[in-house]
């Protein structure tokens, strides 16, 4: 069988093919994170050593398109930054200018600064939100 020019070959060895690949580049965000608050609740009935606490914050598509990204909440004790807990991941759709309230709710061990902070898929950050039980 002849060859022709827009014929795929396979490669020698494990037969995959011999295409060149290019990069996708990933896909920037435009959520904006503003409105971050945390507080420390009530005791947990019963406990002495559990308190509830409450995260919120505002989310807002910035960009001029239409946008879907997976959001994480994240919770670090301030002794062990390096291990932070994921706490909530939800997938976001926001037109443009559109906003939403991410929130959460949960308890922790009392005696310790918390923090608190949303990243998302396309490299969006918001600030960090901290208090001490």
């Known amino acids: 069988m002849k060859q022709s020019p827009n014929d795929i070959l ?5 037969n995959e093919l011999n295409v060149e690949l290019s990069p996708i580049a990933p896909e920037v965000s435009h959520f904006a994170y503003t409105n971050l608050q945390c507080w420390a609740g009530g005791m947990v009935p019963g406990s002495t050593r559990f308190r509830y606490f409450g995260f919120s914050c505002t989310i807002t598509n910035t960009g001029s398109s239409s946008e879907e990204h997976k959001v994480t909440l994240f919770m670090y004790r301030t002794d062990y930054p390096a291990y932070p807990d994921n ?5 976001i759709t926001l037109a443009p200018g559109q906003s939403t309230t991410l929130s959460f709710s949960q308890y922790i061990i009392i005696g310790f600064t918390w923090c608190f902070h949303v990243v998302d898929d396309g ?3 918001s600030a ?3 208090f001490s039980t």
């Not at 396979?10 to 494990?14: A, K, T, V, Y």
């Not at 706490?87 to 997938?91: N, Q, Y």
């Open 10 to 14: 396979l490669s020698e060895g494990l």
């Open 87 to 91: 706490l909530k991941e939800e997938v």
């Open 123 to 125: 490299s969006g950050k």
């Open 128 to 130: 960090e939100c901290c």
